[in-house]
């Protein structure tokens, strides 16, 4: 365990049936969900590389245990100034407690999945490297009195969505100003100050400027690299998710940005923001011809939204179209370029369901209950949980009209296939960014609750266990008489 962090639940299970820890039998259940509610144990959920299917859970990560130093070439290769942004949680001393760094790690792995690299996880004595979505990664790792935070993009730091940072940001300012609550109230019931502030780091990874300074002044020269920096560049950091606009200073998409072929999901945003009369003339601009949007019309005769989004990709694959092209297009068409801005943003989340709950994966009893009110909005939500356009394709034809199950094979497809850990708040957030909200989700939890889930092969690995254990008993019962 000292090499790797890594404990199974028969292993525990086997230690607490020694002699010594007879009284504990009975409540391992309860103590183990304990551990796990406390951060002291972490589920590892692994991924299939190839097809992204969800493994069974096996092991659980014990942070304090881990002494192994991160020994890939991440940082070095991949976590590089020109694709990652940073910045650091500053704590007061010299060093940071270990409890704290760990229960952060732990916190992390219940929220996201750990990257594999070069057939290495990410997962060392005080770092970890986790898979935010199929572009973004970040990076949690501890030096001295700092807990630095990476975010990387797989091209180009210019291509990191500011309402990805933002919410990253502020989830884990959120969960180490709790940890650190926790730790204060063992010792005193007063609340004090955080014992931590934010930097931000420079161009380079490297220097570091307060939160307070950055944000109050124009310019900022950090001392190593002598590279100014002004205000602006902190925005990606403060993003205001309440805000459906641009800024009035934002400059559009960068050139990076605008040189990208776009994807399915920026595809179908951009296509939802916009009616069929613009997406029309839009797509004749790109090069498309009436023929294709008549048939597609003829093809989807009640979902529109679909003829949309179906024409702009058709596009993109037959042109090997840029976000340029749209771009230049619109400024044929005298509509502004920020609509483009709008397809790298995501929409905030306002919900009832409690943070503890958001973090589970939604059970079989609620994916049922929510593909009866999903409706036509199904095949834009697949799109936003990151199903393929193909898969999705198949799942039409299998089921028709159906549109319930269609809904139900869309939710269960992407609970298991998706490489990012299919939580209820990846669920939400996508509800919220079709547009239909998160209010549906919340009535079906508050009606059928929540439950751990746990995929079939635990439940009958569960069961084996529970027989094995019933036939050792009649064994021993047999041996008596």
Known sequence: ?????????????????????KKLSPYKEFIFDMLIHLDILSEQRRYDITTGSRLPVENFFVPCMLIQRNDTRFMTHECTPEKAISLAFVFKGTIIPPALPNRLISACLSMWTVKTYEEKQLLFSGFVGLSFDKAHDIVVCVEGNKILLYIVHETSNGLIVPDIATGIKECMFTTLERISDFYKSTVSSSRQKLPFHIEYACSRLECHVTEEAALTTDEWICEEHKIVHTKDKWNIWNQDQTKEQ?????????????????????????????????????????GMSFQEWDELERNNPDYIQI?????LVNWREKCSGKFSNIAQALSEMKLTTHMLCQ???????????SEENLDLIPTDEILD?????????SFQLGIELGLLSTALDAIQYNNGRNL??????????????????????????????????????????????????????????QKQGTVATLLKKLNLFQKKN
């Open 1 to 21: 365990m000292s090499e790797s962090g890594i404990v199974q639940r028969k292993e525990l299970y086997l230690i607490w049936e020694q002699k010594h820890f």
């Open 246 to 286: 641009c800024e009035m200073d934002c400059q559009g998409l960068q050139e990076s940005a605008l040189n990208q072929i776009p994807s399915d999901m920026e595809l179908q945003r951009f296509a939802s923001r916009c009616d069929d009369v613009t997406i029309k003339e839009l797509a004749i601009r790109l």
């Open 307 to 311: 003829v949309k989004y179906r024409i």
């Open 343 to 353: 397809v790298k943003r995501i929409r905030k989340v306002q919900c009832d369901i």
């Open 369 to 377: 209950e929510l593909a009866q009110v999903l409706g036509v909005v």
């Open 404 to 461: 319930v199950a269609q809904c139900k094979e869309i939710l269960f497809q992407w609970r298991i296939d998706e490489k990012v850990r299919p939580t209820i708040r990846v669920l939400v957030q996508a509800l919220v960014n079709v547009g239909r909200g998160a209010r549906c989700l919340e009535k079906i939890i508050k009606k059928v609750g929540v439950k751990a889930y746990i995929p079939q092969e635990e439940v009958e690995e």
